[in-house]
């Protein structure tokens, strides 16, 4: 570098933000580019649902990144990975802007979620690095805020580019904006962690340590259960349009107003979480949310799809189902990598792993089983269900007060 700069301390506001900005690099690649699709078919002669594989190459290049940056992020250090995924973002999203088929197009996309996942999975490893256990929750529901309001800010974003510029700026935007946060990164963001050349990269150690962190009874009692309850969410998201505007016949501008102010109970009860944690332990919080979860999607599934069940009191229903995953997924988030330092990115990834992997089996569970509401709230109280399942039977498993006290040892992890 041919400049000075001054990392930021860990108590400094902007390292939260920065977290946050990192956070949202992928929720907006997926989200802003969503009021395209017509435009793209149009450009490159193809169906819109040809289009939407640009959509599922960009999961299917996320969940394996996050694979591979876990074990680069103990190996190298946290910043080496975050500047090479980075980059090759950066670099993929000029190409899908300069895409000429819908072919490259998928393939661009596939690339870009495989260099953007860096930053989720950065910005989970830096949480467990930074702060102690008991204020891992406070941040994450800061961060639960930013990933929140990227989609509802992202279409709106994007439907102006699209119809001011068209779609290729879309990408274009995207590169700028992770180009702002590359330097930001460079410039201010401290790296906490020894690089670790004890840490093998060969696909048969990588396996060998996510079985690893998978098997710690802390991780998968908060970390599977977790990724299932999480799992509404998509769902929600996934079925929402077929309830409000299939079943219940509201108008696409209508339908916009209710997914905002469902919107207020995901991003609102994670505040709230904010200052519950004053006064009770996360467990003890994310205990009661995952109940309540079970309890709202029951009464979802229950009541939801009887022939006259009022819109107004089935708004009710999801709102509190989404303030549960709010106050949930930070709680749960912190718990489950308390128990890992040495391999805390694998563990990171392993945890993106699951929400992303749930999410996607529970939204195209949701398609599979046709629209309308039946499908939605089936899904809803199934992995609501083996949430509570999970966390029931990894509890048990638990020694007596590990979730009450930081352990003073770090779980060993053989590579």
């Not at 900005?21 to 690649?29: Q, W």
């Not at 990115?345 to 398609?367: D, E, F, R």
Request: glycine letters at 10%; aromatic letters at 12%; proline letters at 6%.
């Amino acid at each position: 570098m041919f400049f000075k700069h001054k990392p930021i301390r860990p108590r400094d506001p902007l390292l939260i933000f920065l977290l946050g900005t990192l956070s949202t690099i992928s929720p907006f690649a997926i989200d802003l580019y969503l009021p395209a699709f017509a435009q793209i078919g149009q450009a490159l002669g193809t169906e819109e649902s040809k289009v939407a594989l640009t959509l599922s190459s960009y999961f299917v290049g996320l969940a394996l990144g996050q694979a591979i940056y876990g074990p680069l992020l103990d190996r190298f250090g946290r910043k080496p990975p975050l500047y090479f995924g980075l980059g090759l973002f950066i670099l993929a999203s000029a190409a899908c802007s300069q895409a000429f088929s819908i072919e490259s197009l998928i393939f661009f996309r596939f690339i870009q979620a495989c260099g953007g996942c860096v930053a989720g999975v950065t910005a989970m490893t830096l949480v467990r690095d930074f702060f102690p256990k008991e204020s891992r929750a406070k941040v994450l529901s800061l961060l639960t805020l930013t990933i929140a309001v990227s989609p509802m800010l992202a279409p709106s974003i994007g439907s102006f580019i699209v119809a001011g510029m068209g779609w290729r700026w879309v990408f274009g935007l995207l590169s700028l904006i992770v180009v702002s946060v590359l330097v930001a990164a460079t410039l201010w963001l401290p790296d906490p962690h020894t690089p670790d050349p004890t840490i093998k990269l060969d696909p048969l150690s990588i396996s060998r340590t996510f079985w690893q962190v998978l098997k710690v009874p802390q991780f998968y009692t908060y970390a599977v259960a977790g990724s299932f309850g999480f799992a509404g969410l998509f769902t929600y998201v996934a079925g929402s349009p077929g309830i409000f505007m299939g079943h219940y016949g509201v108008s696409a501008k209508t339908y916009g107003a209710i997914f905002a102010f469902l919107s207020v109970g995901m991003i609102g009860s994670a505040q709230v979480n904010v200052q519950l944690l004053k006064r009770f332990k996360s467990a003890r919080i994310y205990r009661a949310a995952l109940i309540l979860l079970f309890i709202f999607g029951t009464s979802l599934f229950m009541l939801g799809s009887l022939p006259n069940f009022p819109m107004w009191a089935f708004i009710a229903l999801l709102f509190g189902f989404l303030s549960c995953v709010g106050t949930m997924m930070p709680n749960g988030s912190s718990m489950a990598l308390v128990p890992f330092d040495r391999n805390a990115g694998s563990a990171a990834a392993m945890l993106g792993i699951l929400q992303m992997g749930v999410g996607a089996l529970a939204s195209t569970a949701v398609g599979l089983l046709g629209s309308g509401v039946k499908p939605v709230v089936s899904v809803l109280f199934v992995t609501s269900a083996i949430a509570l399942g999970i966390y029931l039977y990894g509890h048990r498993k638990l020694p007596p007060g590990t979730e009450d006290a930081t352990p003073k040892t770090d779980t060993v992890i053989a590579h």
